[in-house]
């Protein structure tokens, strides 16, 4: 009876170099779905980059298979549910597609809270999300969170350079917070996916568009507008709409230990880096090729920027009472957002 209990101990004791073996060499291919299209910034020069290094890093082992353009089905506000779920294993989207869904991150789209660039934008967005955020993020693993850049007013025949220049302009809005300042300002919100704005304000449907410096040439606003409004370069931008990317909680979790410490190496801060820096290039695109179509950049005055901030400032505290039913002090969340978004405007 020893000798047979010693046998099948050496057995097992000779296996475990096996499992181990076995487990270190498996390969993993994520599902990486967005809702941008596939020669978008996002994807040349942040996700097609990060998944190369993933790659390279692991020898081959753990490599990405993305999927564009919500190949994967639904519409982009269904992102979150979609990698939650396992229909993918990454997901970028931005939590203001999901109004009420995030109450945290929020915070970050209130009017004039954080700085306009993509990188100073992200580092703001990232520290505040770890400090006060991460409750909204409890079903997933958070990857990173970062700027797609502060939003800009581009206009097709006037520019809107006073609080009553607002009045009764029809502009695209991104989120709802955005239309709430649009709304608070004077003007109309329709809200619209990037893929409709350039020929709805061809048509006359919009006058215009809120949107990023990224967005005028990857859906040719430049074509059909004449004028790009944006606030004083030291000052916090119009409003942000924060990006993220989320990855499903068990699938992380039941990586392999040696290619979740790459994936752990790669996201966070180095993420964060790598998105923040790829959208402050696109501004200095978006600008270049608005100049080279013949449009106007205009920077609105410090007074007439400081009576917007007053004139709009009831989206902050009519969301503070939103979200005060949930427990949250709004008022104090967007204090430490502006707190934070001042350390990195330049």
């Not at 942040?46 to 298979?65: F, I, N, R, T």
């Not at 039941?254 to 801060?269: C, E, N, S, T, V």
Request: positive net charge; contains cysteine.
């Amino acid at each position: 009876m020893p000798s047979t209990r010693a046998h099948i101990t050496r057995l097992v004791i000779a296996t475990f170099p096996l499992l181990a073996s076995t487990l270190y060499a498996q390969e993993v291919t994520l599902k990486v779905s967005h809702f941008l299209p596939p020669n978008s910034n996002y994807q040349k020069t942040v996700l097609e980059p990060w998944c190369d290094k993933l790659a390279k890093d692991s020898g081959g082992k753990l490599k990405c298979q993305i999927y564009p353009a919500m190949q994967l089905g639904g519409t982009p506000p269904q992102l979150a549910d979609q990698v939650k779920n396992a229909v993918a294993d990454i997901v970028m989207t931005s939590p203001s597609y999901s109004s009420g869904r995030f109450p945290y991150t929020e915070a970050l789209e209130q009017p004039f809270t954080l700085p306009p660039g993509g990188l100073a934008g992200s580092k703001a967005m990232w520290e505040y999300t770890q400090k006060f955020a991460m409750k909204d993020y409890a079903d997933f693993k958070l990857l990173a969170m970062f700027s797609g850049s502060g939003i800009i007013m581009s206009t097709s025949s006037k520019p809107i350079l006073t609080v009553d220049g607002f009045k009764g302009v029809k502009l695209r809005s991104p989120s709802r917070s955005a239309a709430r300042l649009l709304t608070a300002l004077g003007g109309a919100p329709v809200n619209m996916p990037p893929a409709q704005i350039t020929e709805a304000v061809s048509k006359g449907v919009v006058d215009g568009a809120m949107a990023t410096w990224e967005l005028v040439p990857a859906v040719k606003l430049q074509e059909v507008t004449k004028y790009h409004m944006q606030g004083p370069a030291n000052q916090p931008a119009f409003t942000q709409n924060p990006l993220v990317m989320l990855m499903n909680k068990a699938r992380y979790e039941g990586l392999p230990p040696d290619l979740r410490a790459i994936l752990d190496k790669a996201a966070g801060p180095a993420l964060v880096e790598l998105a923040g820096s790829s959208w402050d290039k696109a501004i200095d695109d978006g600008r270049r090729l608005a100049d080279q179509a013949g449009n106007r950049t205009l920077t609105v005055k410090p007074e007439d920027y400081a009576a917007m901030r007053k004139a709009s400032a009831s989206v902050e505290v009519d969301w503070a009472k939103d979200v005060a039913g949930k427990g949250l002090d709004g008022a104090m969340l967007v204090r430490e957002a502006r707190s934070i978004g001042a350390k990195y405007l330049k």
